[in-house]
């Protein structure tokens, strides 16, 4: 099938600080050497050994050491891989285990969620999506992949390239939001920051793909629940990202907790077998999710534990995190014939073939001396800076408030995450330390040093949840003293990320009523949000004049947006998902299909709710700037095209205020009659672009049959003559539009 998935990639390579590498650069065999090797090894392996290399055991909680019976394990070849040991020692003590006392001296592989950051967290991949710039989610990849290197990692369990088109999900944070083009753009952009061109160089780490597949289509945005959607749907929506990432060489997938097709994802014969491997040719190796082979007798798929085994191997799992149902029942289960052994062979070859790759047979240690350096290194923090700033977006600035006037004298900085250092740091923070997060505060603070007269105060007026209005009085005084008020309010780590599951998307605790509270002062305010996912905040943006989203920033967060708030950084980011204006409009995305009666306010028969506006908070792409952009011009290189022909789309883009700044150029496709319906819109490109005052930029797009095409009923791949429209925006709502024709035959 040809993937509906991107063929070509924009991307500004950003060099990665790398330090002290000269004379380290190494490399994985040659790939023509690889198969060899692993078929000379797997015919010396017991069938023991080669149960053993599936299995896949975590660390002591905590210590992160690895625990004592696992010692043994690893001496006798009968481990595979390692996830959340932490430390170049600790990491080289276990491998020695394996590399020097077991029988054929297999290395271990270790594994380690370095999500948004090793020890310098950088911000969520949700708010890095917002960037809309994929050179930003490349070299935070890149320095992450660097450090967790540096500590002998070598496989992290990311990118997370689930589509999330429900808020609740807590895991929506860890993605790139709801749309496939953005997603699978920026897919292919992580895997190559975490491998680069060979993930056996000492500053690279394996990326996997996860969670295979539409884990992010959890019903009612519950954590873990079953995903009910069709085949149509899962292609079209749901592959794309995972299709990039292996476009772009992902050397692992792990697979996802939930059913589809009432299939356990760890043993479904669909998904891992037919498409991954037959379709796709994957030729690296699939890991379960935390136990997610054993939670088959929960789901009630499995009789027991050698059921469940059974059928994870046999559907194509290759590797089994934490739960040892494979070490346990394989050995039986091939002498009563229910696993063939070509099948257990197979697995092997994939795990054996990634660490060859991986280059873990040549160098299967790490350079202790190197982790100190690298890890937290001073110029990853000043990109997690840039990055930070590059990653938020500005909602609403009324009137110009922002960025802060240089004449302004008393700033309050108020709110229970204006001075919280662990939010920033998200539900996945590698390694990543309160003690080195820069809060809001901290960052305002020093940016103001030195401009002596500058007061910035704080209080932090309540909790993020809890019944407790005592900080009230305190928040009221200090804004009252101050000429501008930055409201810091949002979510705590917790309340996002695994299992961070939410069924109201408004502001915890009594945050909206301090809003209300200080906003009634008089006192300019600002509403800075930290937040895993789209909040509902129609209060705030109806009434607050500047809102600025900050999402969850990471380790330098503070500074970034001390950066923004004073102006030295223009913000230019933009949505990657839909803000709701409650709950009850999820699921919302901007990319729905055309139903037969679409949404009028003047008439009750149509698809809309009868109590709520039909349009979004804040609709996909949005995002201001302190500058504003213009876009005129938009040309066509012709008004009729082949159905395997090319198209070019042109639009000038130019920056009509008085600063310099970013604005990112959207092209969005409609198909205007196709015989299966089609989204209203589709994202089909977008370029960042930076102007000065007016500059102006020609903006091009290349348009062919991979973005023209779609799946028709019958699940083939196909480009249908037609009418056809793009519109060229800054956002998914609006535009400047042209027609054009897909001609028949
Ligand atoms: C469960 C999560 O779903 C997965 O994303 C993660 O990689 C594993 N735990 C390992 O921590």
Not at 368 to 394: C, D, F, N, P, Q
Not at 435 to 460: C, I, N, P
Not at 509 to 515: F, K
Not at 617 to 644: H, M, N, V, W
């Amino acid at each position: 099938m040809p993937s509906p998935c991107l063929r070509s990639l924009p991307s500004r390579l950003v060099p990665l600080v790398l330090l002290g590498l000269a004379g380290l650069a190494r490399s994985a065999p040659p790939a023509r050497d690889v198969e060899p090797r692993v078929n000379e090894l797997l015919a010396r392996m017991t069938v023991e050994e080669k149960i053993g290399q599936l299995q896949q055991l975590d660390s002591v909680p905590n210590t992160w050491a690895i625990r004592d019976e696992h010692r043994d394990l690893a001496s006798r070849g009968l481990v595979g891989s390692f996830l959340n040991i932490r430390g170049a020692k600790a990491i080289n003590e276990a491998q020695r285990l394996a590399v020097e006392k077991s029988r054929l001296r297999i290395p271990l592989l270790f594994g380690f969620d370095v999500i948004h950051g090793y020890r310098v967290i950088f911000p969520t991949p949700l708010a890095e999506a917002s960037s809309w710039d994929p050179a930003v989610a490349e070299r935070a990849a890149g320095i992450a992949a660097a450090e967790a290197a540096s500590t002998g990692l070598k496989w992290t369990f990311a990118p997370m390239v689930d589509i999330a088109r429900d808020p609740r999900w807590g895991r929506i944070m860890e993605g790139s939001g709801e749309d496939p083009y953005l997603g699978s753009v920026l897919a292919a952009a992580r895997v190559r920051g975490f491998q680069g061109d060979d993930p056996a160089a000492p500053d690279r780490v394996l990326a996997c793909a996860k969670h295979w597949v539409a884990y992010g289509a959890a019903e009612g945005g519950r954590d873990y629940n079953t995903a009910e959607l069709s085949e149509h749907t899962l292609r079209t929506t749901y592959f794309p990202p995972f299709r990039a990432a292996l476009d772009a060489g992902a050397q692992t997938f792990m697979c996802s907790f939930n059913t589809i097709d009432g299939v356990p994802a760890s043993a479904n014969p669909f998904t891992l077998t037919k498409v991954l491997r037959d379709e796709w040719h994957f030729d690296g190796l699939l890991v379960s999710d935390y136990e997610s082979i054993k939670e088959m007798i929960a789901h009630r798929t499995a009789a027991d534990g050698a059921d469940a085994a059974r059928q994870a191997l046999n559907a194509g799992v290759d590797m089994e995190m934490v739960s040892r149902l494979f070490a346990e029942h394989l050995p039986k289960l091939m002498e009563q014939g229910k696993v063939p052994p070509a099948k257990l062979d197979e697995a092997v070859r994939r795990i054996l073939r990634v660490k060859f790759r991986a280059g873990l047979f040549e160098h299967p240690y790490v350079d202790e001396s190197r982790e100190a350096k690298v890890v937290g290194a001073r110029e990853h923090r000043a990109a997690a800076r840039e990055i930070a700033a590059r990653s938020t977006v500005l909602l609403k600035n009324d009137g110009g408030l922002l960025p802060i006037k240089p004449a302004t004298r008393a700033i309050a900085v108020i709110g229970p995450l204006a001075d919280d250092p662990d939010a920033p740091l998200s539900h996945w923070r590698g390694d990543g330390r309160v003690e080195d997060t820069v809060t809001l505060f901290a960052g305002l603070r020093s940016k103001v040093q030195g401009r002596g007269d500058v007061q910035v105060t704080y209080a932090k007026g309540c909790d993020i949840e809890g019944d407790s209005v005592d900080g009230f009085p305190e928040a009221v005084r200090l804004a009252r003293q101050a000429e501008l008020a930055i409201v810091a309010v949002g979510e705590s780590s917790a309340m996002s990320g695994e299992a961070g599951s939410r069924s109201s998307l408004d502001l915890p605790g009594h945050q909206l009523n301090l809003v209300k509270t200080i906003q009634a002062t008089g006192v300019p305010t600002v509403v800075v949000l930290y937040n895993g996912r789209p909040l509902t905040i129609g209060w705030i943006a109806d009434h607050v004049p500047a809102i600025v989203e900050a999402w969850l920033p990471g380790t330098e967060g503070g500074n970034a947006l001390a950066d923004v708030l004073f102006g030295d950084v223009n913000p230019g980011g933009k949505l990657p998902v839909t803000f709701p204006r409650t709950v009850g409009q999820v699921p919302i995305y901007y990319n729905a299909l055309s139903t037969g009666r679409p949404a009028k306010a003047d008439n009750r028969y149509t698809s809309k709710y009868i109590d709520l506006p039909s349009d979004p908070q804040f609709p996909f792409g949005y995002g201001l700037s302190y500058t504003r952009f213009e876009l005129s011009s938009l040309t066509l290189s012709a008004k009729s095209i082949a159905p395997d022909g090319k198209l070019t789309v042109s639009v000038d883009v130019k920056n009509v205020g008085d600063r310099p700044g970013d604005e990112v150029v959207q092209l969005y496709l409609r198909d205007e009659v196709s015989s299966v319906a089609r989204p209203v819109k589709e994202l089909a490109g977008f370029r960042r672009v930076t102007l000065p005052p007016g500059g102006t930029q020609t903006v091009r797009f290349e348009l062919g049959p991979d973005r023209l095409g779609f799946l028709d009923a019958n699940l083939r791949f196909v480009v249908e003559p037609g009418q056809f429209q793009v519109t060229a925006g800054t956002s998914s709502v609006g535009g400047l539009t042209e027609g054009f024709e897909v001609a028949g035959p």
